[in-house]
């Protein structure tokens, strides 16, 4: 063997060692890496799983809440039917009560009111127990209209504290 075959068979072989040794190192920043990447996967899933864990009880924490909205709200709609049917009660037992003639209607009448003509006599009757210098009593049809309007009356303002107790109920 001569010395050029001898030197550039020394550099083969100085070539496949370096080649060799490049491999190895690529190989082992191959495993240091990956073992960085498992280690960031692995913070990454905890990071999650603490996430989801704080999103469940965000959940649950809202869903109870929702429910004691929900419980309370159906306590004031039964307290508003309880109010609204008493109302109702009351204004048909006054209904009846004036049709019966049980009970009458009557309107002061402004003593100094000389221009109306009105000849409402001053004293009381032996029947009533009026204690107003002059009084009127209305016709039945008038007073079951102004039944009628107090009830429509009744029945909204029960309506208006239904929706404020409502409004109360779910603003934050």
């Not at 083969?12 to 690529?26: E, F, I, K, N, R």
Request: proline share 2%; aromatic share 2%.
């Amino acid at each position: 063997m001569t010395p050029v075959q001898k030197l550039a068979g020394l550099a083969m072989l100085m070539l496949a060692l370096m080649a060799g040794a490049a491999g190895v190192t690529w190989q082992v920043q191959d495993w240091r890496m990956g073992k960085r990447l498992a280690d960031q996967a692995g913070l990454h899933q905890d990071d999650l799983a603490r996430i989801s864990t704080a999103a469940a009880a965000q959940a649950r924490a809202d869903q109870s809440k929702r429910l004691a909205t929900e419980q309370q709200l159906a306590i004031q709609d039964q307290q508003h039917i309880r109010e609204l049917s008493d109302a109702q009660r009351t204004q048909a037992a006054l209904r009846d009560r004036l049709a019966t003639a049980d009970v009458r209607l009557s309107v002061l009448v402004d003593a100094a009111d000389t221009a109306r003509g009105c000849n409402v006599p001053t004293a009381a009757g032996a029947v009533g127990v009026v204690h107003a210098a002059r009084r009127a009593q209305l016709d039945p049809a008038h007073a079951h209209r102004i039944i009628s309007i107090t009830d429509a009356g009744d029945q909204g303002l029960i309506a208006l504290r239904a929706c404020q107790a409502y409004v109360r109920a779910i603003a934050p």
